[in-house]
């Protein structure tokens, strides 16, 4: 990086550490019962995660029979474990996403058991997912794993079962027994007993499911009973902010990220004044509700919403209830260590909770490299993958470059769209400086520029190359020491994380001059962020964009000590392979 990257980069770290990314040396009261409170179902979290609890009205109960159940409360963000058993109140829907992007949705009054689940994206035929509903309503939209084999997803019901290929559909558990089920699409088989199996293979029709188990010829459904049977799940959660408002009246099953769902209503907190947003911090019982009323007193409430690290620090530090409430030493919320810092609203919970990021690494398979988290802390097991597949996007418009060098007053903003191929181990995208003021002289505003960069160095071209935590003298070049990688040698090579990357470089003109010019770095910290329960899995990433000012008058190019720079912490968009 150049000189402003690598302060950049240095500042960035210790400042989402200073939100929360490492654990308090002297854990207050609140935060010392939690973790007592953990301990008693710890043997949960060490069991696979299946899922997430993707959307809830209010918190869940989840059960776990372990040779004596143990029961927890769980909301949205939580994960759902192998054998959990989630339960909903008479007031409380809710919808639990898998990772194969298998979706349920379930009403009031509710369970639902993921009993299997095995999911191997790049082997077909080897997946196989067996849930079992006892009571209640649900909906469920199938994933990859149905989609991989007629007879991989199986769903009990108290008096048959069913093999669900491709399909969504609703249904319902009546108190005299019976059950209803239809199909909205794809289609399902459905067994009971010694009986020929009895197949829903047109939308809008359905089943009854005599409690014996007799299964009735299968019937169009009229409009208002199926209507009926699908309102049964649905639900428009107003929850804080905005966050996780999700209707399950449509058939998408794309990615749902961990999010916040208790605390006020947007509405309550978006005009607050500093008394008010004070009193309701102070008032604040679960870091929850705290984080509902930060996210909506700083920005839209919208998980994509990009929030001020310094600003967060400051409500933080001017609260003792609020710092109580979090894991964090007030010594890392120092001011100066947060400018130019933003992270999304949705990030918000995991670093005030004290969530710790774990980098990818660079590591070999099958005499290839691929990225992964290959021995993840304590705190990450079952939580991450070994191995990343697919890619992940990262973009943002507008992002602030502050002051990060000799002058006050020095200012920019950029965009940013960067896409990392985990399987081709590239890092491709488009990135544009606009709105740059160095030392007082305004700079054109750039193109946008393209870029593309392969993480491997041992084949790459110079202009492709990717370096970590590098040092640049003024004329671009390299420096032969000083880099602060693992190995030295300022390039990201085999067996080092993927932290402090460089992925783009250029230059922007000052109006009207050939004296001064501008070299922009790109790049950031790529992985996973985990608070120890639940994880976002290789789509967390912190990117970064500094512009350093180059005096070039004299004929040996300079730096004037002028720069700006910023970097946002965000949740990616994953696509799969």
């Given at each position: 990086?150049?000189?402003?990257?690598?302060?950049?980069?240095?500042?960035?770290?210790?400042?989402?550490?200073?939100?929360?990314?490492?654990?308090?040396?002297?854990?207050?009261?609140?935060?010392?019962?939690?973790?007592?409170?953990?301990?008693?179902?710890?043997?949960?979290?060490?069991?696979?995660?299946?899922?997430?609890?993707?959307?809830?009205?209010?918190?869940?109960?989840?059960?776990?029979?372990?040779?004596?159940?143990?029961?927890?409360?769980?909301?949205?963000?939580?994960?759902?474990?192998?054998?959990?058993?989630?339960?909903?109140?008479?007031?409380?829907?809710?919808?639990?996403?898998?990772?194969?992007?298998?979706?349920?949705?379930?009403?009031?009054?509710?369970?639902?058991?993921?009993?299997?689940?095995?999911?191997?994206?790049?082997?077909?035929?080897?997946?196989?997912?067996?849930?079992?509903?006892?009571?209640?309503?649900?909906?469920?939209?199938?994933?990859?794993?149905?989609?991989?084999?007629?007879?991989?997803?199986?769903?009990?019901?108290?008096?048959?079962?069913?093999s669900i290929r491709g399909t969504s559909g609703p249904g319902r558990i009546n108190t005299d027994g019976t059950t209803e089920i239809a199909l909205l699409s794809g289609s399902i088989s459905l067994n009971s007993g010694g009986a020929a199996p009895v197949d829903l293979l047109t939308s809008g029709w359905g089943v009854t499911i005599s409690p014996t188990g007799g299964i009735g010829a299968p019937e169009l459904i009229p409009a208002q009973d199926l209507d009926s049977l699908i309102s049964g799940t649905e639900f428009i959660q107003s929850s804080p902010g905005g966050e996780n408002q999700a209707s399950d009246s449509g058939s998408g099953n794309g990615d749902v990220e961990?999010?916040?769902?208790?605390?006020?209503?947007?509405?309550?907190?978006?005009?607050?004044?500093?008394?008010?947003?004070?009193?309701?911090?102070?008032?604040?019982?679960?870091?929850?509700?705290?984080?509902?009323?930060?996210?909506?007193?700083?920005?839209?409430?919208?998980?994509?919403?990009?929030?001020?690290?310094?600003?967060?620090?400051?409500?933080?530090?001017?609260?003792?209830?609020?710092?109580?409430?979090?894991?964090?030493?007030?010594?890392?919320?120092?001011?100066?260590?947060?400018?130019?810092?933003?992270?999304?609203?949705?990030?918000?919970?995991?670093?005030?909770?004290?969530?710790?990021?774990?980098?990818?690494?660079?590591?070999?398979?099958?005499?290839?490299?691929?990225?992964?988290?290959?021995?993840?802390?304590?705190?990450?097991?079952?939580?991450?993958?070994?191995?990343?597949?697919?890619?992940?996007?990262?973009?943002?418009?507008?992002?602030?470059?502050?002051?990060?060098?000799?002058?006050?007053?020095?200012?920019?903003?950029?965009?940013?769209?960067?896409?990392?191929?985990?399987?081709?181990?590239?890092?491709?995208?488009?990135?544009?400086?606009?709105?740059?003021?160095?030392?007082?002289?305004?700079?054109?505003?750039?193109?946008?520029?393209?870029?593309?960069?392969?993480?491997?160095?041992?084949?790459?071209?110079?202009?492709?190359?990717?370096?970590?935590?590098?040092?640049?003298?003024?004329?671009?070049?390299?420096?032969?020491?000083?880099?602060?990688?693992?190995?030295?040698?300022?390039?990201?090579?085999?067996?080092?994380?993927?932290?402090?990357?460089?992925?783009?470089?250029?230059?922007?003109?000052?109006?009207?001059?050939?004296?001064?010019?501008?070299?922009?770095?790109?790049?950031?910290?790529?992985?996973?962020?985990?608070?120890?329960?639940?994880?976002?899995?290789?789509?967390?990433?912190?990117?970064?964009?500094?512009?350093?000012?180059?005096?070039?008058?004299?004929?040996?190019?300079?730096?004037?000590?002028?720069?700006?720079?910023?970097?946002?912490?965000?949740?990616?968009?994953?696509?799969?392979?």
């Open positions: 990086m150049t000189k402003s990257g690598e302060a950049m980069d240095k500042k960035s770290v210790c400042s989402f550490v200073g939100l929360g990314l490492i654990r308090r040396p002297a854990v207050p009261l609140m935060a010392a019962g939690m973790m007592i409170l953990a301990a008693d179902i710890s043997a949960q979290v060490t069991k696979p995660v299946s899922g997430v609890i993707a959307a809830s009205t209010s918190p869940v109960e989840i059960r776990f029979d372990g040779g004596g159940a143990v029961g927890r409360l769980a909301g949205t963000g939580d994960p759902v474990h192998l054998d959990d058993e989630v339960i909903t109140g008479p007031e409380t829907s809710a919808q639990i996403l898998l990772k194969d992007q298998s979706l349920f949705s379930i009403g009031p009054s509710s369970a639902i058991t993921i009993d299997r689940f095995v999911y191997d994206p790049d082997k077909d035929g080897t997946s196989s997912l067996v849930a079992t509903i006892t009571r209640g309503t649900f909906k469920f939209i199938s994933g990859r794993i149905a989609r991989s084999g007629d007879e991989n997803m199986v769903l009990n019901l108290p008096n048959a079962v069913a961990g999010r916040s769902s208790a605390g006020p209503e947007a509405g309550d907190t978006a005009e607050l004044t500093p008394d008010q947003l004070e009193q309701r911090l102070t008032e604040a019982e679960t870091l929850d509700e705290a984080v509902a009323v930060i996210a909506v007193s700083l920005g839209s409430g919208e998980d994509s919403a990009s929030l001020s690290a310094g600003d967060v620090s400051r409500i933080i530090l001017e609260n003792q209830n609020l710092l109580n409430l979090t894991n964090i030493d007030p010594a890392l919320l120092a001011p100066e260590e947060s400018v130019g810092v933003n992270i999304s609203t949705a990030l918000l919970s995991y670093a005030l909770a004290g969530g710790e990021p774990q980098w990818m690494t660079v590591i070999t398979e099958n005499a290839s490299p691929r990225v992964g988290t290959p021995a993840p802390r304590p705190d990450y097991a079952g939580l991450v993958s070994e191995i990343y597949a697919g890619a992940v996007r990262f973009d943002r418009t507008g992002l602030e470059l502050p002051n990060a060098g000799d002058s006050a007053a020095d200012t920019g903003m950029a965009d940013y769209d960067i896409t990392f191929d985990y399987d081709t181990l590239t890092f491709s995208g488009t990135y544009r400086i606009y709105d740059l003021v160095m030392g007082g002289r305004a700079y054109t505003d750039g193109s946008e520029t393209s870029f593309t960069g392969a993480l491997h160095t041992e084949t790459n071209n110079a202009g492709e190359r990717i370096y970590k935590y590098p040092q640049f003298d003024a004329a671009g070049s390299l420096a032969a020491s000083g880099n602060q990688d693992e190995n030295g040698n300022g390039l990201l090579d085999t067996g080092e994380t993927l932290e402090g990357l460089t992925i783009a470089r250029g230059t922007v003109s000052m109006d009207g001059s050939s004296d001064f010019e501008g070299h922009v770095s790109v790049g950031g910290h790529f992985g996973s962020i985990s608070n120890g329960v639940s994880a976002i899995d290789g789509n967390f990433g912190g990117i970064f964009v500094a512009v350093d000012e180059v005096d070039t008058s004299g004929g040996t190019p300079a730096f004037t000590g002028n720069s700006v720079s910023g970097i946002q912490y965000e949740i990616g968009d994953v696509s799969q392979p």
